[in-house]
């Protein structure tokens, strides 16, 4: 039988371990017969990536910084080479300073709301850029974000600033490439126990918060992002780009805590 995805090439950028968005997308794209690169920064986390790209069936794994020009460069170089074409992008890269994700958003610092912004929203433009070099079929790219762009969440800071503006890239990116049958857009994903998570200030009461409020009443997985991911960067989805679609268990629609819900 064919699958979803089957004939399709694509690059995964943000694995860092088992628990990582990055994976629950890999692995629902494996599963639906896409063929993976994956993307990691420094060292230290290519011993962790390459068991686990293995595990999807792939040995395509490259080094990348994306806050080096030179760094993302070399990595579609690569990607050209080896491939020639690409068929889909998944950026699950985000990064601030864990001091300054808590506390008041006020207090940030010009360092580090540059830093915030370069690595969280202009790499995935810079990646948007050249993926569209190699996607001469058309194509589809994809970020995450999380609500905390579109109204306040406690800790989350120049992260939830940062959001709001890859959030507005994503529209942008749309119209540019939408011409070419190239896709862009976003899942903002719920609260989920991630590496980059735990850097948030009480991210325990967070996920507590989103289990007892949203619609759902349960937080989401990171195999269920990847489930919908699946449909933005598969046929299915080929009426969509521009959206935000969110998989957080319906929590954004809620205007104020459950009656049911204990306080906590
Ligand atoms: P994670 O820690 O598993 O992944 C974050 C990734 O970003 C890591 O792989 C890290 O190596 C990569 N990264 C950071 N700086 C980089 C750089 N300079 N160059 C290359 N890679 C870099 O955590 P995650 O929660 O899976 O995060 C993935 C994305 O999902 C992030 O954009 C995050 O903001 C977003 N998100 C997470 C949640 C959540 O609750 N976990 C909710 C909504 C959105």
Redesign the pocket.
């Known amino acids: 039988s064919t699958k979803l995805m089957d004939g399709k090439r694509g690059l995964i950028?943000?694995?860092?371990?088992d628990?990582?968005?990055?994976?629950g997308i890999a692995k629902a794209c494996a599963e639906h017969g896409a063929e993976l690169a994956f993307?990691?920064?420094?060292e230290q986390?290519k011993k962790r990536v390459g068991p686990l790209a293995q595990q999807v069936g792939s040995d395509l794994i490259l080094e990348?910084?994306?806050?080096?020009e030179d760094?993302v460069d070399r990595l579609f170089d690569e990607l050209e080479k080896t491939w020639g074409k690409l068929d889909f992008v998944v950026?699950?890269?985000?990064?601030s300073d864990k001091g300054e994700l808590r506390g008041r958003y006020v207090d940030t610092s010009r360092s580090n709301f540059a830093m915030t912004m370069d690595?969280?929203v202009y790499?995935f433009t810079s990646i948007v850029r050249r993926a569209e070099k190699m996607m001469t079929d058309g194509g589809s790219c994809l970020?995450?974000?999380?609500?905390g762009a579109e109204q306040v969440m406690p800790h989350y800071n120049v992260?939830g600033v940062a959001?709001a503006a890859l959030e507005a890239s994503v529209k942008y990116l749309a119209e540019d490439l939408g011409k070419d049958n190239i896709r862009v857009n976003a899942?903002?994903?719920?609260?989920?126990?991630?590496?980059?998570?735990s850097g948030?200030g009480d991210?325990r009461y967070i996920l507590k918060w989103n289990e007892l409020n949203s619609p759902l009443r349960r937080n989401v997985t990171?195999d269920e992002v990847g489930k919908s991911a699946v449909y933005l960067l598969s046929d299915l989805g080929s009426g969509v780009t521009g959206e935000n679609l969110h998989v957080d268990a319906g929590y954004h629609v809620v205007g104020m805590k459950a009656v049911d819900a204990p306080d906590i």
């Not at 628990?19 to 994976?23: C, E, G, R, V, Y």
């Not at 950026?91 to 990064?95: D, P, S």
Request: net charge positive; aromatic share 12%.
């Open positions: 950028m943000g694995l860092a371990n628990k990582s968005i990055a994976w993307s990691y920064q420094g986390l990348c910084d994306v806050a080096d760094s950026h699950a890269i985000g990064f690595i969280s790499s970020t995450l974000t999380y609500y992260m959001k899942i903002s994903a719920g609260p989920i126990k991630t590496l980059a998570a948030i991210f990171q």
